[in-house]
């Protein structure tokens, strides 16, 4: 089956780094996307991966291991507007699987 | 720029009716997508189509129908709505739907409750 893991929620401070971490297990893998989706809107494009590594883009940085299945973003110097839910996706048999989603929230 | 629009935005409907959400988008993309939200799940698939006039099921498909007549239009039906359809549903584009790694751009939403 097709299979998309996150933590459901975490807290992180103002000014902080936080990683949110996705395991996977699919029947195909062309790439790994995440979206960050503030509370009532769309789902806006954050980032994608498709070879091993850290792929970096000012404050967001993502991480792929594909022989482990596993990805991360990373967070640093957090704000309060980075308070909101933070999706991943994978790329199988040209269809997104998408995971729940980790909602994160930011405290000053 | 108008992007991707939706409409309507909300919509409140009785069980049984027969509802028709709209998706608009102006980038003359291939790919429109359909999706819904609901708590404690990820996106999934209703409906998605590769070009005008192809179109394929997702995921949940059952009780939704969709057609594409104009690549800039993907109007998703509720034939017979029934409360479990109550949910965000979320239109998509993206420029290829391949291996490629082009995102997928989403539209405002529609918030849809059946009574």
């Known amino acids: 089956g097709q299979n998309i893991d996150q933590p459901t929620e975490m807290t992180a401070t103002e000014g902080a780094i936080v990683q949110i971490n996705c395991t996977y297990q699919?029947?195909?893998?062309?790439?790994l996307f995440w979206y960050q989706q503030h509370a009532g809107e769309a789902p806006t494009f954050l980032s994608y991966n498709v070879l091993d590594g850290l792929e970096e883009k000012g404050r967001f940085s993502s991480f792929l291991s594909r022989s482990k299945g596993y990805s991360y973003l990373l967070l640093k110097e957090l704000q309060m507007k980075d308070s909101a839910s933070y999706l991943c996706a994978v790329k199988s048999n040209y269809q997104l699987i998408w995971g729940a989603g980790t909602k994160l929230i930011i405290k000053p | 720029d108008a992007g991707i629009t939706q409409s309507p935005r909300y919509k409140i409907t009785e069980t049984g009716r027969q509802v028709t959400l709209m998706c608009h988008q102006t980038w003359s993309h291939s790919y429109m997508f359909w999706y819904r939200q609901d708590l404690g799940h990820g996106l999934r698939l209703i409906y998605y189509s590769a070009a005008a006039d192809i179109t394929d099921k997702g995921e949940v498909p059952d009780g939704y129908v969709v057609s594409r007549s104009k690549t800039e239009n993907f109007p998703l039906t509720l034939e017979s709505a029934t409360r479990s359809q109550t949910s965000v549903y979320f239109c998509?584009?993206?420029?290829?739907?391949?291996?490629?790694?082009?995102?997928?751009?989403f539209g405002p939403g529609t918030r849809l409750t059946v009574t």
């Open positions: 998509a584009s993206s420029e290829s739907g391949g291996i490629s790694s082009y995102e997928q751009y």
């Open positions: 699919t029947s195909g893998f062309n790439g």
